[in-house]
């Protein structure tokens, strides 16, 4: 349903909010630079382009009507001076090649202007018209419009998210990830910028210790205020892990700012660039997470010996044996503590 964002003054965009908007929405980007009033298209992946005291406006695309491409990146050309934004869908207009926004743009171009609020304005979505020669610009259905920190948004739903970067149990596809993460936006994997110590001892803890250890493996997470509280209360912030702002670099070359968990425990020296784990389906997580899983979706195969020189045990109260974190194994009776 795309997003238009209207900074026409100095104030920075959160990256958190700009990953957002390129994440949600990720079928291209047009922006109308205001203090040259040019427009410039770009990938939804260009999003940093806009952590900018520059001022504009930008539209992201997630396209509903019309093919995917540079040609159906908004704004479209009413006539030589004016062009068209759009936030929301005008049914019976646009085709499988052709967007309802530029369909729009083309009917306005044979009404008078002064009528042009009239006919916008009786569809349930946001506009902004911009005459690149007066250098002027007008939002219509501006009480549909969000003001946050003095910038308009044309929808809410790209705010109070917040970008994480994780490198334990709560990667895609790992234990924790199908309780917090799986209903949150995933960004796609990076690297932590600099080096950092990540230690494995049955879990997985980095030492804000940059400078030290390796380029640690992440995986990179939009959430929501409520998704953000469950884990902080999961991670004992602030006060066993503990979560800060550092930077990732992304598989495109994107250098993104992000928040970690870390944790104050010692040094051991010996550092890990990533976590690894083998998912296995306890039975015991049907009853308390309500994930779905029966006795038939695990496979009785995974249930080898533990070879961990330091198990880190947990407790299937189906099968009344220990389990080890690590390698998802039963830990033997020699091997309990």
Not at 84 to 92: A, C, E, R, V
Request: charged letters at 25%.
């Amino acid at each position: 349903m795309c997003i238009i964002i209207i900074k026409d003054n100095k104030k920075l965009i959160s990256t958190d909010t700009l990953a957002a908007s390129a994440n949600i929405n990720p079928h291209g980007l047009g922006v109308l630079w205001l203090d040259k009033w040019n427009v410039t298209y770009h990938e939804s992946n260009d999003f940093m382009i806009l952590k900018t005291e520059r001022p504009y406006i930008a539209h992201f695309r997630f396209a509903t009507i019309g093919a995917v491409n540079k040609a159906n990146c908004h704004p479209f050309n009413i006539d030589n001076d004016e062009i068209l934004f759009q936030n929301g869908t005008i049914w019976n207009l646009g085709n499988k090649k052709k967007t309802d926004t530029q369909h729009m743009a083309e009917i306005l171009t044979d009404i008078p202007k002064d009528r042009w609020a009239e006919v916008l304005e009786m569809n349930d979505c946001r506009f902004i018209t911009a005459n690149l020669k007066e250098k002027t610009y007008e939002i219509y259905n501006e009480h549909d419009w969000v003001t946050r920190n003095e910038i308009m948004y044309s929808k809410k739903n790209i705010l109070d998210k917040t970008l994480i970067a994780v490198y334990g149990t709560l990667k895609k596809d790992y234990s924790n990830y199908h309780h917090y993460l799986s209903g949150s936006k995933y960004v796609g994997p990076g690297e932590t910028l600099e080096r950092y110590p990540l230690l494995i001892e049955g879990l997985p803890y980095l030492l804000n210790k940059p400078g030290v250890g390796k380029y640690v493996s992440v995986d990179l997470f939009l959430v929501d205020k409520k998704t953000l509280i469950e884990i902080d209360t999961m991670e004992g912030h602030p006060d066993w892990y503990y979560r800060e702002k550092i930077s990732i670099d992304t598989v495109d070359g994107t250098i993104l700012t992000a928040s970690v968990y870390f944790n104050d425990k010692k040094d051991t020296g010996v550092h890990h660039k990533e976590y690894t784990q083998e998912f296995r389906p306890f039975r015991y997580s049907h009853n308390d997470y309500g994930d779905g899983w029966s006795d038939a979706d695990v496979n009785d195969d995974v249930y080898e010996e533990c070879n961990c020189s330091i198990p880190e045990p947990i407790w299937d109260e189906f099968d009344a044996e220990h389990y080890c974190l690590t390698c998802m194994s039963k830990i033997s009776d020699t091997q309990k503590v």
